[in-house]
């Protein structure tokens, strides 16, 4: 697992369409921002490890940040307690970075860090107009009651093993099928009410049709 990353913003246009869901001048100024009820539009990413959810996230928020949007791009990864933590991390997401964020508000969550395998700095993610979530567990019931869209990322699993460990090195080894052990308690994306696009990650179109999916999520929330 890597526990750094960062997500890009900008504003869209004054005047343009999308400018009804809170995106003008004002977005990045710390205002209450997002679709009717002034929060943000939140969309989530999910699939398990190695389905290639954090590389589909990356290309939106760079898609969408040329659109115009004032994105904020966070990954579940970042908070996850430790190997073991996966449910306690979809938990966390859940209660300090989802329901805020719905309400308007600005999530503080713990980090953990990964290289000690202890809690790491607090970090912030800001009520963007559009935030992406991403990570194994983002599109659970329990988020999914919060998130505005969800998409499903799915891959055979000889597949996501070689991604993973080509991206961490032999330091995930050991722990592949702990983890693996700990996504089979999660509900299939087939048993998840609300999943909007479910992608297979083999398809060479998958991420257009992810920011499709996207660019139609905010058009939507546009016209509220």
């Known amino acids: 697992m890597n526990p750094v990353h960062d997500g890009g913003r900008a504003v869209f246009a004054a005047g343009s369409p999308e400018a009804g869901l809170g995106l003008g001048a004002g977005a990045g100024s710390g205002a209450k921002l997002g679709p009717g009820a002034g929060r943000p539009l939140l969309l989530g990413i999910d699939g398990r490890s190695g389905a290639g ?8 928020s760079e898609a969408l940040t040329t659109d115009g949007a004032d994105v904020e791009l966070f990954h579940l990864e970042d908070l996850y307690p430790g190997w073991q933590g996966l449910a306690a991390g979809v938990e966390a997401y859940v209660r ?10 600005t999530a503080r969550w713990r980090t953990w860090d990964w290289t000690t395998d202890s809690p790491g700095a607090e ?15 983002a599109g659970v ?3 999914r009651g ?3 869209a969800c998409l ?10 070689e ?11 050991p722990f592949w099928d702990v983890w693996a052990a700990q996504e089979e308690t999660l509900p299939a994306a087939a048993d998840r009410p609300g999943v909007d696009l479910t992608l297979d990650a083999r ?12 660019r139609t999520a905010i058009a939507t929330a546009a016209r509220r």
């Open 53 to 60: 959810k954090t590389s589909i996230a990356a290309r939106l």
């Open 96 to 105: 300090d970075v989802l329901t805020p964020l719905r309400a308007g508000d």
């Open 123 to 137: 970090r912030v993610t800001r009520p963007a107009a559009v935030v992406l979530c991403e990570g194994v567990g």
């Open 141 to 143: 019931p329990a988020a």
């Open 146 to 148: 919060l998130l505005d």
């Open 152 to 161: 499903t990322i799915e891959a055979p699993s000889e597949l996501r093993k």
């Open 163 to 173: 991604r993973a460990l080509a991206r961490d090195g032999e330091t995930y080894r």
């Open 203 to 214: 398809d060479p179109a998958a991420a257009e049709r992810a920011l499709s999916w996207a």
